[in-house]
């Protein structure tokens, strides 16, 4: 027999707590925060955040500026819109992070000779100095998470957190779709609102 979906396990749940009541908000309605995966996602963040910004604050770096730094540690020569996509941020915060770097002497920013439309985005001598002492930090940190979890198990979390994006991604575009229908529906009975409301004065 195949092993149902933890979805499905968790309808079952809930429709087995729900027989012969059907109360609004009823209490087994909602899942605990131990079972919540955006909740335990959080938390997890958060423990990781709290030990990796200890270490930055004794570096004088920003919380907010670690992401970029660590994309360019592992290349730089990256132009602003790179650099933007590869960390996952908003153009906007890639702004400010930029010249805050630009301003600390981490980062120095060149036209491309081979193209002087990009300006590409490198790494000064102080700021690779701060990547050879962070780094090997970030690593024992990145050590003592997975203390006792076995490689097999660690690619089977990333699997399973790469599928979570892929089915929340599918429920996102259904929803523009739907939202989409329902923009093209309004438009669609106003227009017939409008079209029988001047049939109707032309025919007074």
Known sequence: ???????????????????????????EDIFPWSESVAFQLRDTHKAFAQILKQEL?????????WSYLR???????????????RSGLMQPNTNAALKQLSKRGLI????????????????TPQGRAIGQRLVPFV???????FNGITGDEFSHLLDL????????????QMDV??????????SSNSAAHTRASRQSRAGR
Do not use: C
């Open 57 to 65: 604050d004794r570096h004088d770096v920003n919380f907010g500026d």
């Open 108 to 123: 120095i920013q060149r036209v491309d000779p081979n193209d002087r439309r990009r300006i590409n985005i490198y790494l």
């Open 71 to 85: 994309v360019l540690w592992r290349e730089d020569g990256l132009t602003q819109r790179e650099l933007t996509n």
């Open 1 to 27: 027999m195949q092993d149902q979906s933890v979805a499905q396990n968790w309808n079952m749940k809930r429709r087995r707590s729900n027989r012969g009541d059907r109360r609004p908000g009823k209490g």
């Open 139 to 145: 690593l024992q940190i990145r050590e003592r998470a």
């Open 161 to 172: 957190l790469a599928r979570i994006r892929t089915n929340l991604g599918a429920w996102d």
């Open 177 to 186: 779709g739907r939202r989409t229908h329902l923009r093209k529906s309004k």
